[in-house]
């Protein structure tokens, strides 16, 4: 059997069925609680012409946040992948981070908002609840690593090591399209260059998770060295944000969007750290018979 087929349904036992469905729908929630406080955001930016803008732009990193994780619920539970669940408990965590930070930071007029209350509410206590959830579904033993007979113990680790580089290069995507957003209001006065900043950097962001899956997936050395350089420019644009946050942080009495970078550019670092560290072990180890055993019984 190839790895990383999709099960049936009847083959999900009934407490993983439940879960998978709570969180779905709790997924679902959110991303309509989201986009419904994006609206009325912008229906006051346009009406009553009030600066929403740090708001809007925080909920929509919170929604391409929710997005993501809906990814990888699916590929965690429907494929039997372990890693792939790791992540989505780390993207929840970050989603619980990215709210409690901006709620702190938020004017006391903005806490009092209903939606915005209701909506940090619901992200942290659900959020509470996946990380405990998918922590037990995790450690479950019939949640098998690999699903090829008779696979060695030493291409069981490294099957594991690549799915986790997989799953930490999407992971890296989101990071990075989250920070892209964060560069709209940075500076209304350049809307348009940014603009062209955030069409730049989403562009390469989606073209550097390419080459990064491609070189987990088709073992290619080459690939990975390159997708490690591809990274290069993601770090000047961090530097670039920082310089904007120190730029305008006296001049706003908000610090609403730059406690938003702030925490998005500690946590993409993280996830590059180890990334990176996931990518120089799984190189070593390139060539070694895994992707044929893979991917044999497709053939």
């Given at each position: 059997?190839?790895?990383?087929?999709?099960?049936?349904?009847?083959?999900?036992?009934?407490?993983?069925?439940?879960y998978?469905?709570?969180?779905?729908?709790?997924?679902?929630?959110?991303?309509?609680?989201?986009?419904?406080?994006?609206?009325?955001?912008?229906?006051?930016?346009?009406t009553?012409?009030?600066?929403?803008?740090?708001?809007?732009?925080?909920?929509?990193?919170?929604?391409?946040?929710?997005?993501?994780?809906?990814?990888?619920?699916?590929?965690?539970?429907?494929?039997?992948?372990?890693?792939?669940?790791?992540?989505?408990?780390?993207?929840?965590?970050?989603?619980?981070?990215?709210?409690?930070?901006?709620?702190?930071?938020?004017?006391?007029?903005?806490?009092?908002?209903?939606?915005?209350l209701?909506?940090?509410?619901?992200?942290?206590?659900?959020?509470?609840?996946?990380?405990?959830?998918?922590?037990?579904?995790?450690?479950?033993?019939?949640?098998?690593?690999?699903?090829?007979?008779?696979?060695?113990?030493?291409?069981?680790?490294?099957?594991?090591?690549?799915?986790?580089?997989?799953?930490?290069?999407?992971?890296?995507?989101?990071?990075?399209?989250?920070?892209?957003?964060?560069?709209?209001?940075?500076?209304s006065?350049?809307?348009?260059?940014?603009?062209?900043?955030?069409?730049?950097?989403?562009?390469?962001?989606?073209?550097?998770?390419?080459?990064?899956?491609v070189?987990?997936?088709?073992?290619?050395?080459?690939?990975?060295?390159?997708?490690?350089?591809?990274?290069?420019?993601?770090?000047?644009?961090?530097?670039?944000?920082?310089?904007?946050?120190?730029?305008?942080?006296?001049?706003?009495?908000?610090?609403?969007?730059?406690?938003?970078?702030?925490?998005?550019?500690?946590?993409?670092?993280?996830?590059?750290?180890?990334?990176?560290?996931?990518?120089i072990?799984?190189?070593?180890?390139?060539?070694?018979?895994?992707?044929?055993?893979?991917?044999?019984?497709?053939?």
């Amino acid at each position: 059997m190839v790895p990383d087929e999709i099960k049936r349904w009847s083959e999900l036992s009934w407490p993983v069925k439940i879960y998978f469905g709570f969180t779905i729908t709790s997924l679902l929630a959110l991303l309509a609680l989201t986009s419904l406080n994006i609206h009325e955001q912008r229906m006051k930016n346009a009406t009553l012409k009030e600066d929403n803008e740090d708001n809007l732009t925080v909920s929509l990193v919170q929604l391409v946040g929710i997005l993501f994780c809906g990814y990888y619920i699916f590929r965690g539970v429907l494929q039997e992948n372990r890693q792939e669940l790791v992540v989505f408990m780390l993207s929840v965590m970050a989603l619980i981070i990215r709210s409690v930070v901006n709620f702190v930071v938020l004017e006391s007029e903005g806490r009092k908002e209903v939606l915005v209350l209701v909506r940090f509410v619901c992200i942290v206590v659900l959020g509470f609840v996946h990380v405990l959830c998918a922590s037990l579904l995790i450690w479950r033993h019939n949640m098998m690593a690999f699903r090829v007979g008779g696979a060695l113990d030493s291409l069981q680790k490294q099957y594991c090591l690549l799915t986790l580089c997989f799953s930490m290069v999407m992971f890296d995507l989101q990071a990075q399209v989250c920070l892209c957003i964060l560069i709209i209001t940075s500076d209304s006065a350049r809307f348009a260059t940014n603009i062209t900043i955030l069409g730049v950097g989403v562009f390469w962001a989606c073209a550097t998770a390419a080459v990064g899956a491609v070189a987990v997936l088709k073992e290619v050395s080459v690939l990975v060295w390159i997708f490690m350089l591809q990274n290069l420019p993601q770090l000047v644009y961090f530097i670039y944000l920082l310089y904007t946050v120190v730029k305008n942080w006296s001049s706003n009495d908000s610090h609403t969007e730059e406690a938003a970078a702030i925490t998005g550019a500690l946590i993409s670092l993280l996830i590059k750290v180890v990334l990176f560290w996931g990518l120089i072990r799984l190189v070593r180890s390139f060539g070694q018979g895994l992707r044929e055993r893979m991917f044999a019984s497709s053939s």
